[in-house]
């Protein structure tokens, strides 16, 4: 027999009172109260919270207790059921899906732009998601990401490990959030997919003895030949070249941002280059399309893409890319000048040695390099060769 009623509950004093069948209200000195329904279930005496008097009533709290006579009378614990439940709803909750956008999210104040340019997220939303998106993070097991990753393991090793990396922090982050998940599960799915059968392909390049040729066919002075002038000569990557500014050169010299070198946010300090009188003229006839303070802006907005260059050796019929220019220069200072190897390998800004030597070794060799620059502006322009 129930022994509560609506009247009693609004008025009844801070104790416990029972309803009869297991239930009882739990009176609180604020007013407040806690149902609480207790049973006993393989000899053992258990007590399982329903929940507030706020947000039941009496007539809620009986039909949850009624609920949960059935499951005792069946064997089963409420209190295994619940969670059970819970577990479940959890899993719908929290896909893949959803756990990589929370994780991308949390890392956009370290990447560059936020990582607006999808280069942190593209390889998971291209190469895992499409398959593992729908699944509850914590069901993901070694043999699904081995699945995944398999058609491109071998055939794309760059992109497949990439994907694997981003797939492994993801599962870290579901761990952070409490989840039950197999955060070795990457681990073991490379484990199962073995070592990666590839080759290491170089960029393809113009081989330094036809860099003059190329050279002085970019006879035009339009923004993209001008940007492959200015990289030719300089040997570095297209990023510090598309996003030079008229207020990082002074005196002959080409100071660029940290953030504009490879590694971007993470980059230690700014790299000075020696600019030849090639490359001064070169930076002259940019002033010509100067905006905003940037040497080579974009017809639209900002300044030229990432493939602009490219696509222009790409229409001339050319393999070779913007890039191998890295390689050209890098070849020529082997076979044609005795530049000593830590000076040869920061005229592209390889980084060189470790960091307890480059600690102690306070020198960018900017007057050696200086001359090598020099050097090779002249093949460029001229052809002429150098022992």
């Excluded at 000076?343 to 390099?369: F, G, P, S």
Aim: proline content about 5%; glycine content about 8%; hydrophobic content about 40%.
């Amino acid at each position: 027999m129930t022994k509560l009623s609506a009247i009693f509950i609004r008025s009844a004093p801070p104790g416990k009172h029972e309803d009869g069948n297991g239930l009882r209200l739990v009176k609180r000195e604020d007013g407040g109260g806690q149902w609480v329904f207790r049973y006993t279930i393989h000899s053992r005496r258990r007590e399982m919270g329903l929940g507030g008097l706020a947000a039941l009533s009496l007539k809620d709290a009986r039909e949850i207790a009624s609920e949960c006579r059935r499951f005792v009378a069946k064997g089963m614990d409420p209190i295994a059921n619940r969670a059970e439940q819970r577990r479940q709803a959890m899993r719908k909750r929290n896909l893949l899906r959803d756990i990589a956008l929370d994780a991308f999210e949390s890392r956009k104040a370290e990447l560059k732009g936020d990582g607006k340019a999808g280069r942190w997220f593209s390889p998971i939303e291209l190469h895992i998601l499409p398959k593992l998106g729908a699944m509850p993070v914590s069901e993901i097991s070694q043999a699904d990401v081995r699945d995944t990753l398999e058609p491109i393991w071998h055939s794309k090793a760059s992109t497949a490990k990439k994907a694997a990396d981003r797939l492994n922090i993801v599962l870290n982050h579901a761990a952070a959030l409490g989840l039950d998940v197999d955060i070795q599960a990457v681990g073991k799915a490379k484990a199962l997919l073995g070592r990666q059968r590839h080759l290491v392909r170089s960029i393809p390049h113009v081989p330094w003895q036809e860099v003059p040729e190329f050279y002085a066919s970019l006879s035009e002075p339009t923004i993209t030949h001008l940007a492959l002038r200015l990289l030719i000569l300089t040997g570095l990557r297209s990023k510090p070249i598309r996003f030079a500014r008229l207020d990082e050169i002074e005196a002959g010299v080409w100071t660029i941002p940290a953030i504009n070198m490879k590694g971007g946010v993470d980059a230690v300090c700014d790299f000075r280059v020696p600019l030849s009188g090639e490359a001064r003229k070169v930076i002259e006839q940019t002033r010509l399309y100067e905006r905003q303070g940037n040497l080579f802006p974009s017809v639209r907005k900002g300044v030229i893409s990432d493939a602009t260059m490219s696509r222009f050796m790409e229409r001339r019929g050319m393999e070779a890319r913007p890039h191998g220019f890295r390689t050209s220069i890098r070849t020529w200072l082997a076979e044609c000048t005795d530049a000593p190897h830590e000076v040869a390998e920061t005229m592209i800004a390889h980084v060189t040695d470790n960091r307890v030597v480059r600690t102690y070794r306070q020198t960018d060799y900017l007057d050696q390099r200086r001359g090598l620059l020099d050097r090779w502006a002249d093949f460029v322009t001229g052809g002429t060769e150098y022992p």
